[in-house]
């Protein structure tokens, strides 16, 4: 039996509209799960987790950035143009079977290549041009690597014999020596020494080092002298540049040192518990803020002025910040309190004598001292130039003669074998007289 419920106009609508907004409800199901799969929350739960992912993900791609850089990089340069080429290759559209066989990383020539620069057996004539290039490069710089191993001492001494012999002989050129000081002077471009004539107010003035520098006022201009001591007078006959290395020590060559018309002497050392080896005679004597008497109690350092005569020639051959300031301290306490003028070497001017000289570190005081000579005589005559810890006999040598440093001290600021081998050239030119035996037995 069929019933029929039947319903008023109002209860149909009610009806009606409560099966609409359970379609609807059906509809909002159905729509939830997707809208939620777009909307899904993240595995971080919270912001500083999220931050930490992010951070180590950022960290691992730049970790595997370095050590791409460093594989290939560090690889031959031949290597290196081969991958380019394949990756290259492998990200072409034109690809082919064929690439992708020659681009297989099992190829035996990069094998062989690594294997012909380590052993170097197998013939060269096979290889790239590009390959034989980089195997010769490498084969140098093992060479030049092997000729930097340090001798031993009984190396060493075998050396020195030999070049203590040849400085034995030796024949003065003055053409040579006036050639050279023609290429210091003329064609250096700048002044050996300020003075007022050749200074304007607002000038720079340097270290050696560059590290620094100080305008020059009106003050400062006033300590210079007022034109070069050397520009109008004729040439010295003959000099004396002294050294402080040890081998003057029981040298007896103060006589011979004091016989010059002109002693140049580095780095005010004391005179008079040490005439009998480095003589007496001070014509121009070296004063840098290295030298740890510039330092000390102004009493010490005026006591010690006292033993010198004639000129004080301040070069600023420090790498200190304050040495710039020091050198004019000093010129006014030396003209204040004592008889002796004080010099100012350029630091540009030296700088360019460095790159005549070919040496790549800075001169050392002593090679400055020789440029200088050469500016002014005719005959130069070094002592107490050696830079071994031995001498030719195989026996120590302090590294002055005063005994104030020990060769621990020594910091490798100057390259000394150079400049040796400098002073070796130019006694063999006939520039210079290299003196290194004792002065009774030296010929």
């Known amino acids: 039996m069929i019933q029929l419920k039947v319903m008023s106009r109002g209860s149909a609508r009610t009806t009606a509209s409560r099966q609409i907004k359970s379609v609807d409800d059906r509809k909002r199901v159905c729509i939830k799960p997707s809208e939620k799969m777009k909307q899904k929350k993240s ?10 992912m992010a951070m180590l993900s950022y960290l691992l ?18 290597t290196r143009n081969y991958l380019i080429k394949t990756r290259a290759a492998l990200t072409s559209p034109k690809m082919d079977c064929k690439v992708l066989e020659a681009t297989n990383h099992t190829s035996p020539s990069l094998p062989f290549v690594d294997e012909e620069i380590e052993t170097g057996e197998k013939p060269m004539e096979k290889l790239p041009v590009i390959v034989k290039h980089n195997i010769r490069l490498r084969r140098v710089k093992k060479r030049r690597k092997q000729k930097k191993k340090k001798p031993t001492l009984q190396e060493l001494q075998e050396n020195l014999i030999h070049t203590v012999s040849e400085l034995q002989e030796w024949h003065s050129n003055i053409t040579r020596l006036r050639e050279i000081r023609n290429n210091i002077i003329q064609d250096n471009g700048t002044s050996l020494l300020f003075t007022q004539e050749n200074t304007a107010i607002g000038e720079k003035y340097y270290s ?11 003050a400062k201009r006033s300590l210079f002298p007022e034109v070069s001591p050397f520009s109008s007078s004729a040439p010295v006959k003959t000099c004396a540049i002294v050294g402080n290395s040890g081998i003057l020590h029981n040298s007896n060559c103060g006589t011979e040192i004091d016989s010059h018309d ?3 002497r580095s780095n005010l050392p004391p005179i008079k518990k040490y005439v009998k080896d480095a003589g007496k005679k ?18 010490r350092f005026l006591k010690a002025l006292k033993e010198y005569s004639g000129y004080i020639l301040w070069v600023p051959n420090s790498s200190r910040m304050h040495s710039t300031d020091i050198a004019f301290n000093v010129t006014r306490l030396i003209q204040e309190h004592t008889d002796l003028t004080v010099l100012h070497a350029n630091a540009v001017h030296f700088d360019k004598v ?5 040496l790549i570190k800075n001169m050392s005081t002593g090679i400055m001292l020789m440029s200088l000579g050469a500016c002014f005589c005719d005959e130069l005559h070094l002592y107490g130039f050696w830079p071994f810890e031995i001498n030719s006999r195989g026996e120590p040598v302090s590294m002055h003669y005063t005994n104030d440093f020990s060769w621990s001290t020594f910091h490798h600021t100057h390259d000394y074998p150079s400049e040796f081998d400098l002073l070796i050239k130019l006694h063999s030119e006939g520039v210079l007289k290299l003196h290194v035996n004792s002065c009774n037995t030296d010929a």
């Open 43 to 52: 595995p971080c739960r919270t912001a500083w987790t999220c931050k930490a």
């Open 262 to 264: 002109m002693v140049i």
């Open 61 to 78: 791609v730049f970790c595997a950035a370095v050590i791409s850089y460093a594989h290939v990089y560090t690889i031959p340069t031949y």
């Open 208 to 218: 050696t080092y560059f590290t620094r520098e100080v305008v020059i006022d009106s």
């Open 282 to 299: 001070t014509s121009i004597t070296s004063l840098s803020p290295s030298v740890p008497i510039a330092r000390s109690r102004p009493s």
């Open 354 to 358: 460095k790159k005549y000289w070919k």
